[in-house]
């Protein structure tokens, strides 16, 4: 399989290549066109500020790329969120993939969120094997609402898109490479899209 991690500085590139490494799995780490078309399946991590990380995007413009891909696709944290329309973090437009906003959390709990919370509501194959109330680990200070793209959910301490699928782009906000069997098992079944 031909795995491509996008590369634009503004990703948690090593922990996704460890936990891919433990499936017995390469990836190729790329800003390059050719290379990000031509793979099999593509993996966009993100950790960081949304207006710096869509500067990075638009300086190697893999902002017009992205969007174009047709392959299995899948956003981790920021990730996740640089494919809504737009996010509160600094006023940013993002990448417009699927039309949805970020939001910064309005609680009295501690933000970020950070630490094990349960997924619920579990949709399509990338949950396949994954029990209802499953753990996995969260680490952001935004979140995107439910719509009819969320395929999971968690609350915190309202309910929000803990995943989200709109045509061949998935997303995370949770870290699947860092949320022990379960989030294994999520990368496989990515992995076999």
Not at 4 to 33: C, H, P, W
Request: charged content about 15%; hydrophobic content about 40%.
């Amino acid at each position: 399989m031909n795995l491509v991690i996008v590369d634009y500085k503004a990703g948690n590139v090593q922990s996704v290549q460890f936990a891919l490494e433990r499936l017995g799995v390469q990836a190729t780490l790329s800003a390059d066109f050719e290379t990000i078309q031509s793979a099999d399946k593509v993996i966009f991590p993100g950790v960081g500020e949304a207006s710096s990380a869509m500067a990075q995007l638009r300086s190697r413009n893999l902002d017009k790329l992205l969007p174009t891909l047709k392959q299995p696709f899948f956003g981790v944290c920021l990730g996740m969120q640089l494919l809504c329309q737009h996010s509160d973090e600094g006023d940013t437009d993002m990448l417009g993939i699927i039309p949805l906003p970020v939001k910064r959390f309005q609680t009295d709990l501690k933000v970020p969120h950070m630490g094990w919370n349960q997924l619920e509501q579990l949709q399509t194959p990338l949950f396949a094997g994954i029990a209802e109330g499953e753990y996995a680990y969260y680490v952001h200070s935004f979140y995107v609402p439910l719509s009819e793209y969320t395929i999971a959910q968690t609350s915190y301490p309202e309910p929000f898109s803990a995943a989200l699928q709109f045509k061949n782009f998935y997303a995370a906000q949770f870290h699947p490479e860092k949320s022990g069997p379960a989030g294994s098992q999520i990368l496989k079944n990515f992995l076999a899209l």
